[in-house]
């Protein structure tokens, strides 16, 4: 799997509040919810944002509620991956779970600006950014992670068994 | 190596002798949790996936309190599918408008979780039930749907951080003045993919509302649980309670923690997050400069008897300051009818606070008390992000109970002593 788009950066702590105001949660549909993706942060998001773009945070990214609808818009909006210095632990497990990809790489977090132009593998883990020429890599995740964002989110990987 | 205790709960319930941190394990779940915004999304996976039965309707629990009585049309669509999904499937702990409460206040008190129990829920506070001595972490609505659907979820098994408490709390200071301080020492991030075990002397000090309270917000520390040993309080709590067997389970002498931290109850002084982050702690006393405009009372961190309590010993004498809203929100309906019984809603209301029915409501920005651009609150609920509960120039500090409502008399921040 793989994604390339320019880059969008954002600082440490970026909570699902903000991903996803809960004042939009009375509905479970995602195109409705993606239009408010990131609005209380970043007006400009929703209508700047292209399929493959990246999303480039800093430590502690999607901290606070449980709600999956944050990686959902996310992953609505055409977002092709985030990186981020490190994931709270629910939003990491629900990106698993619906198939957003996600890549913790701290060098990367750090250096990469907004705008650059970023090419992700996401299989190996390797981050280009095109606009400054550096490589960057990220630590793969484990097989049996792997295994589920194989077979298209959890839920498909327990069909299968 | 020695376990911790929620390694030992975690190998029990995978079937293992012991298990490891880091070690991927796939485990047996007593009870499976969502609510009126999180289950609606886990049931259209569930369905999407082609699951036709859930794995055992009895470990099965869906509780409407997010947005419940419901506060326009499309909350009402979510709890409509709701309703009829646990009617389909003939779910035993489905709670509806009359019976229900905040989730996390609600199921301890009912004796839907019990010590030693392995739980998720599609909430991020369902760590809560940690303080009964079980395994409770929250999750999204697809683990939801699995978890309906196999009655099992994987999990990495956690490290943990030991909390070794000592000495008693003053008697202005709660749970709440415990886990901000606890919070503001360590960051938001402080104890990421870890469990927060709380051990030592000074547990035997803290009631079970402020043990409820304290779990509550071991997800805003990033932690995957938090948990209290079973000892005298908890059987006191569970006795006549229970739904199904409490089993205890202690950590291994020989347990093997990343950090260990030191917290003397005894110095530990009324404490508030301030925005927009709850690592961002000062002592309420250095605050008092804080002009609010609204205070809410409530929320499942905060929304418990003692909580009530706390709010009603102040202002039973003191009235609301003039221009403050005061929200208090009893968190089931058990406390609520213990609220009017011990002649509490006629204090609040003489005081000049309105009383509401059990909901989230403004603790997420839903309804009931939404801040507009420029207005401060400051409340008893668990986040203060940018937003959270409404316009994005709004400012939300989190206290107790008792400072939140030492502040609704004074108009400013204000440590409850000074009251």
Redo the contacts between chains.
């Keep these: 799997m793989k994604t390339q788009g320019h880059v969008f950066k954002y600082p440490d ?1 970026v ?1 699902t ?2 991903i996803i ?3 939009y ?4 549909d995602a195109n409705e919810l993606a239009k408010h993706c990131m609005e ?2 970043d007006a400009g998001f929703v209508s700047q944002v292209r399929p493959g773009d990246v999303m480039v945070a800093g ?2 990214f999607g ?7 944050a ?1 959902l818009v996310i992953k609505t909006c055409g977002t092709g991956c985030v990186i981020a210095k ?1 994931f ?3 939003f990491y ?2 990106a698993i ?2 198939g957003l990809p996600i890549l913790e790489c701290e060098a990367a977090a750090d250096e990469i600006q907004a705008g650059d132009r970023v090419s992700v593998d996401f299989d190996t883990g390797l981050i280009r950014d095109l606009t400054t020429g550096k490589t960057y890599q990220a630590e793969p995740f ?1 097989e ?1 992670i792997q295994a589920i964002i194989q077979k298209g ?4 990987s ?2 299968e068994v | 190596m020695g376990m911790t205790m929620t390694q030992k709960i975690l190998a029990a319930h995978a079937g293992l002798p012991s298990v490891t941190p880091g070690q991927l394990i796939r485990a047996d779940l007593d009870m499976v949790l969502g609510n009126d915004i999180t289950t609606p999304v886990a049931i259209n996976e569930f369905t999407k996936a082609g699951f036709h039965q859930i794995f055992d309707k009895d470990k099965i629990a869906i509780v409407l309190d997010h947005f419940v009585p419901n506060k326009d049309i499309k909350a009402a669509q979510q709890s409509k599918q709701c309703r009829e999904f646990a009617c389909a499937h003939c779910v035993s702990h489905f709670y509806d408008v009359g019976k229900m409460g905040i989730e996390h206040a609600l199921l301890p008190e009912q004796g839907v979780v019990t010590a030693g129990d392995c739980i998720i829920g599609a909430d991020s506070h369902t760590c809560t039930y940690g303080a009964l001595g079980a395994f409770s972490t929250g999750v999204g609505s697809t683990d939801m749907a699995a978890g309906m659907a196999t009655g099992q979820a994987w999990f990495k098994v956690p490290a943990a951080i030991n909390f070794r408490l000592t000495g008693a709390l003053p008697p202005a200071c709660s749970g709440k003045d415990v886990i901000l301080t606890i919070i503001g020492k360590i960051g938001v991030d402080g104890a990421l993919y870890k469990s927060m075990e709380f051990t030592g002397e000074g547990v035997a000090s803290l009631t079970m509302d402020d043990r409820l309270c304290i779990c509550n917000m071991a997800i805003e520390a990033g932690a995957k649980n938090g948990i209290f040993p079973v000892d005298e309080i908890t059987r006191a709590y569970l006795e006549g309670r229970g739904q199904r067997p409490a089993v205890v389970y202690e950590a291994d002498p020989d347990a093997v923690y990343d950090q260990v931290i030191d917290v003397d109850l005894s110095a530990i002084v009324p404490t508030v997050a301030c925005p927009h982050l709850p690592e961002n702690t000062r002592p309420a006393a250095e605050l008092a400069d804080v002009k609010i405009d609204q205070v809410v009372i409530g929320s499942c961190t905060n929304g418990r008897m003692e909580d009530m309590e706390a709010a009603y010993k102040i202002l039973k004498d003191h009235p609301v300051a003039p221009g403050v809203r005061c929200i208090i929100i009893p968190a089931t309906m058990a406390i609520y009818r213990q609220c009017v019984e011990r002649g509490y809603v006629t204090a609040f209301i003489d005081a000049g606070a309105v009383v509401s029915t059990p909901t989230c409501g403004p603790c997420l920005g839903g309804y009931m008390g939404i801040l507009a651009a420029g207005e401060t609150c400051i409340a008893t609920t668990n986040r203060n992000f940018v937003g959270r509960m409404g316009h994005v120039d709004s400012k939300v500090y989190l206290s107790s109970p008792a400072t939140a409502a030492a502040s609704a008399v004074t108009g400013y921040i204000t440590a409850p002593k000074e009251v």
């Design positions: 702590n909570d509040d903000v105001p809960a004042r949660l009375n509905t479970a209380d942060i430590w502690n901290c606070g509620s449980s709600r999956e609808h990686p490190s709270a632990r629910i497990r629900n779970n619906i484990p049996f989110g959890l839920l498909a327990l069909a």
